[in-house]
């Protein structure tokens, strides 16, 4: 299942992003940045405890300002709230209890989502117990006493956070049927491709930029098997997110990817690759998925018998780092090869969950090394001992060697491109993980 999403929310200047912070900051939450489009950090990956989550931080929210900027923040505010598993909803005890927290409050109760009051800047429990207790007047539950600044009381705060975090996403039936993610910039066609698929109009076709902000789940079914499709919100450069509630889209391709088993890229044709088409293949990289270049809109390019090979060759440039990739080039309009996409998913889910025996690993480990010697340093040579799989989708291998430090990356990178001479692995990353041992172990 997909992590829980967690938002905070509330008025301006009650503290949310001092939270954010300082969670980020907090010894059992362990946080790293998701691997994003923009540089605004407005998501983190955290954990509590045994609990891993997304952490989002939200504009404040003035419900009822006239001004345009306060408006966007309310708008971002409602898609965090709308994404979210739990809203941390925040107030501020030294400004008391306002009538803009009672309007925000009813915002949250529409939701219909698990709400945790929060009450920040609470340095003295003691001294401002009284203080505290006036925020039940919300009617929203419990008031959770912090201070985000001096990281104080939010142990509590985030045990109360975790308890309604959902037991389990979708059946049991659904987690076996392949979840493909169609990802990329806005007007490439995603929706498209999958009406097409659909054979009906199932999701909105627009030529206006971020109409899908919503990651849109449809189940296909093709020769007897089952797929869902999962449709997302285009990824767009940061210099043209003007309307701010996209970098709020991003929180649901993010997730989409996270809980898809092969993400297809989506290229326009007629644009050609681009710098932020490697942006987001870097996430679908990053959480190790299979991944598929889907070249759209081939039928409006004017093709000589080089026009294939050239596209590819600039492909494999710009996504020098997915060289395993798979590519197809497609048509949404005119139906070119959508079948061959079905295969395509069928073989990268294949290879997305093959396992390779010890033995024959190690047979092509010491091929390998035979052919090309391990590199050296300061007259120390690295010495791999054995190579096994522990873990698919990705696949993931684990090589003990005498020295960590010796095992430049260059080398893995040989050893990876000799296993896929052997078994291909084609539209699947693959993970190395190093370990040291002694000549004696």
């Not at 789940?217 to 089952?226: A, C, H, L, P, Q």
Request: aromatic letters at 8%; one cysteine or more; charged letters at 30%.
């Amino acid at each position: 299942m997909s992590k829980p999403i967690v938002a905070i929310v509330g008025r301006p200047n009650v503290g949310k992003s001092t939270l954010f912070n300082s969670l980020a900051g907090t010894r059992k939450a362990i946080v790293k940045d998701t691997p994003g489009v923009t540089r605004d950090r407005i998501y983190v990956d955290a954990a509590w405890l045994n609990y891993e989550f997304t952490l989002v931080d939200t504009g404040g929210i003035e419900p009822e300002s006239t001004d345009i900027i306060l408006s966007r923040m309310r708008e971002q505010a409602q898609i965090a709230i709308d994404t979210a598993d739990v809203i941390i909803f925040m107030t501020d005890v030294r400004q008391g209890l306002v009538d803009s927290d009672a309007k925000v409050a009813d915002m949250l109760r529409r939701s219909q989502k698990p709400v945790v009051l929060c009450v920040n800047k609470v340095d003295n429990f003691k001294a401002q117990e009284m203080d505290v207790y006036e925020f039940y007047n919300l009617g929203i539950g419990e008031p959770f006493p912090i201070s985000a600044e001096g990281k104080q009381g939010i142990g509590d705060l985030l045990d109360e956070v975790v308890s309604y975090f959902p037991k389990g996403a979708g059946s049991a039936k659904d987690e076996d049927i392949p979840k493909i993610a169609i990802v990329g910039k806005p007007n490439v066609g995603k929706s498209s491709i999958v009406n097409r698929l659909l054979g009906e109009e199932r999701v909105i076709v627009s030529n206006i930029a971020g109409t899908t902000r919503d990651a849109i789940d449809s189940r296909v079914k093709y020769n007897g098997k089952e797929y869902i499709f999962i449709d997302t919100a285009g990824l767009r450069r940061h210099s043209k997110v003007r309307e701010e509630i996209e970098r709020y889209s991003i929180l649901r391709t993010v997730g989409a990817v996270r809980r898809c088993d092969v993400c297809m890229i989506v290229i326009d044709a007629t644009e050609g690759i681009t710098e932020q088409d490697a942006k987001i293949a870097g996430i679908a990289h990053e959480e190790g998925r299979g991944i598929i270049i889907a070249v759209n809109k081939w039928d409006a390019i004017e093709k000589n018998n080089k026009t294939v090979k050239e596209f590819t060759e600039k492909i494999r440039s710009v996504l020098s780092f997915i060289s395993y990739a798979e590519i197809i080039f497609i048509s949404a309009v005119t139906g070119q090869r959508l079948n061959k996409l079905y295969e395509t998913v069928d073989m990268v889910l294949e290879n997305q969950t093959l396992r390779i025996a010890t033995g024959v690993l190690n047979e092509i480990l010491t091929e390998a090394t035979a052919l090309q010697q391990p590199p050296t340093d300061k007259g120390k040579r690295l010495r791999i001992f054995y190579m096994t799989q522990v873990a698919v989708k990705p696949p993931t291998f684990v090589m003990f060697v005498n020295d960590k430090k010796l095992t430049h990356f260059s080398y893995t990178r040989y050893i990876e491109n000799r296993i896929r001479e052997a078994f291909g692995f084609r539209g699947t990353s693959l993970r190395f993980i190093i370990r040291e041992r002694s000549d004696k172990e």
